[in-house]
């Protein structure tokens, strides 16, 4: 797999990022989009990134597999990446709003 060039690479991480933020792609794809990120198959990106068998980033990213949080998290840590627990979309959403008003009012009362 051809590796991208740095530009190419932070336009794919910025991406990855909002894309996880705004819960458009899920964990699974999040691994492969890493992975290509790198320029890497799931042989080198296992066995070279996260230290794990390739066997399990494959059956993971291939919807077969059930890797455990410490797993998941070597999967994560080198994109700074971690796992954890969201509330759902629409409270994000809400809670952001919420925020946005709340620091519109404080600006009008200065």
């Not at 690479?9 to 705004?22: F, H, N, S, V």
């Not at 290509?36 to 068998?53: C, D, F, P, R, T």
């Not at 700074?80 to 409270?91: E, H, I």
Request: charged share 25%.
């Amino acid at each position: 797999m051809k590796r991208p060039t740095p530009k190419e690479m932070a336009r794919m991480k910025e991406e990855l990022y909002l894309g996880l933020a705004q819960g458009d792609i899920g964990i699974r794809e999040a691994t492969r989009r890493m992975r290509k990120i790198l320029g890497m198959n799931q042989k080198e990106y296992a066995q070279k990134v996260a230290h794990i068998s390739p066997r399990i980033l494959s059956e993971f990213e291939n919807d077969s597999g059930n890797p455990t949080l410490a797993t998941l998290e070597k999967i994560a840590l080198p994109f700074g990446m971690q796992v954890t627990f969201l509330p759902p979309v629409s409270w994000r959403m809400h809670a952001q709003k919420n925020i946005a008003s709340q620091a519109l009012t404080q600006n009008k009362s200065v």
